[in-house]
């Protein structure tokens, strides 16, 4: 921004107090030593050039197009535990598919059997 920088101890052309301060030239195509355009170069103090910087972002937040909120996301589902279905289990014979076989024996009648 500057080529360089001229400095002196003064009063603050805006807080009006004794600091250290930094010229600025009226135009900023010319450098500090050289001849510039006729017009009071402006002295400013380190508190003062942070605050005006402050300001200029803030101003330059408001000159900013507006844009519109981003949408909130949907809430995500819970996700449903995963069902472990059983082995398939052979169910029962029907029974026209079981008449031609032999009926069950108990116990007691096997042994009357075999004797």
Not at 31 to 49: D, M, Q, T
């Amino acid at each position: 921004m500057f080529k360089g920088i001229v400095a002196e101890r003064g009063r603050c052309d805006h807080c009006r107090e004794q600091h250290l301060l930094a010229h600025i030239p009226p135009v900023l195509t010319v450098g500090p030593y050289e001849v510039s355009v006729p017009g009071p170069v402006l002295k400013l103090c380190s508190r003062c050039i942070y605050a005006l910087t402050r300001l200029a972002a803030l101003l330059a937040m408001f000159d900013r197009p507006a844009t519109s909120p981003k949408a909130k996301k949907a809430p995500k589902k819970a996700r449903k535990s995963r069902r472990i279905e059983p082995d398939a289990v052979a169910g029962h014979p029907g029974a026209a598919s079981t008449d031609s076989l032999v009926q069950y024996v108990d116990l007691e009648d096997r042994s009357a059997a075999a004797r």
